[in-house]
């Protein structure tokens, strides 16, 4: 049985950092496409970044560009999320999912395509 499991939110004030990590038992990262994605209450879904399975190529919200960088550790079968210089509107929870398919990364983040796993999310809160 697969699971996909975040860590690393928690409470922090506005210009500090946080790493999100998410990790899987069952599957191997390395074999598949990954994505960090947000949603705050009342709002929709947002894709965060994402990484393309088959070529690594990454892509990033324009909302968070130069503060976060995602990145994956075959070895470590762990996928991060590490988020600068926070904002109280980067306040949401955070989801890590992972899909066999060879979509863009573009496309996986659009949100119209369909992943295969999602973890539970891990609540970001940033005080102003």
């Known amino acids: 049985q697969v699971q996909v499991l975040e860590s690393g939110g928690g409470l922090v004030q506005a210009g500090g950092s946080l790493r999100l990590s998410c990790t899987a038992s069952g599957l191997t990262f390395d074999d598949y496409a990954l994505g960090w994605f947000r949603q705050a209450p009342g709002k929709e879904r947002e894709g965060v970044s994402c990484?393309?399975?088959?070529?690594?190529?990454?892509v990033i919200a324009d909302s968070v560009k130069g503060r976060f960088t995602i990145s994956r550790d075959n070895a470590k079968n762990t996928l991060y999320l590490q988020m600068n210089s926070l904002q109280p509107e980067d306040t949401a929870m955070y989801y890590c999912?992972?899909?066999?398919?060879?979509?863009?990364?573009?496309?996986?983040?659009?949100?119209?395509?369909?992943?295969?796993?999602w973890g539970q999310g891990t609540q970001v809160t940033v005080s102003s």
């Open positions: 999912a992972a899909d066999r398919g060879f979509y863009s990364a573009a496309y996986y983040c659009s949100g119209r395509a369909d992943f295969d796993y």
């Open positions: 990484i393309n399975g088959r070529t690594g190529s990454t």
